[in-house]
C-alpha cells in the first residue's frame, strides 16, 4: 500500500484565531474517520513567516492504493455534518497538495 502526505496550509479570519485552532483542533478528528487517513498534525509557520503560504499547516498521512478516492471522500464530506467548516476559516488562504512518499 503506498504511503501519502497531504499538506494544508490555512489562516485564520482576522480576529477569530482562537475560534479557529478550536475549530482546527476538532477538525483533524473528522479527516482522520475518512477511510485512508492514519495520522494528523498541525503547525504554526516559524522562522521566516514572511514567506509561508499561510502561519498554519497540517500535514496528513494517509495508506492507499487509491489517493484519488480518498481525497474524493474527503471533499465529498467537507461542509457536511460528517466535516463541519468554521466560518472562522478563511478559505481564501487554503491550498492543498497530496504527495506519495518515495522512500522506504
Not at 485564520?12 to 474517520?33: F, I, K, P, Q, S
Not at 504554526?44 to 474524493?72: C, F, H, I, N, Q
Amino acid at each position: 500500500m503506498a504511503r501519502y502526505t497531504f499538506v494544508v496550509f490555512s489562516d485564520a479570519v482576522e480576529g477569530r484565531e482562537d475560534e479557529y485552532n478550536e475549530w482546527y483542533d476538532g477538525h483533524l478528528g473528522d479527516v482522520l474517520n475518512v477511510p485512508g487517513f492514519v495520522s494528523a498534525r498541525r503547525f504554526l509557520v516559524a522562522g521566516s513567516p514572511d514567506g509561508a503560504p499561510a502561519r498554519y499547516m497540517a500535514l496528513y498521512e494517509m495508506e492507499t492504493d487509491d489517493v484519488g478516492k480518498v481525497l474524493t471522500e474527503l471533499f465529498a464530506r467537507s461542509g457536511t455534518p460528517a466535516m463541519e467548516l468554521s466560518d472562522a476559516l478563511d478559505m481564501q488562504s487554503v491550498k492543498t497538495w497530496a504527495y506519495r512518499e518515495i522512500t522506504a
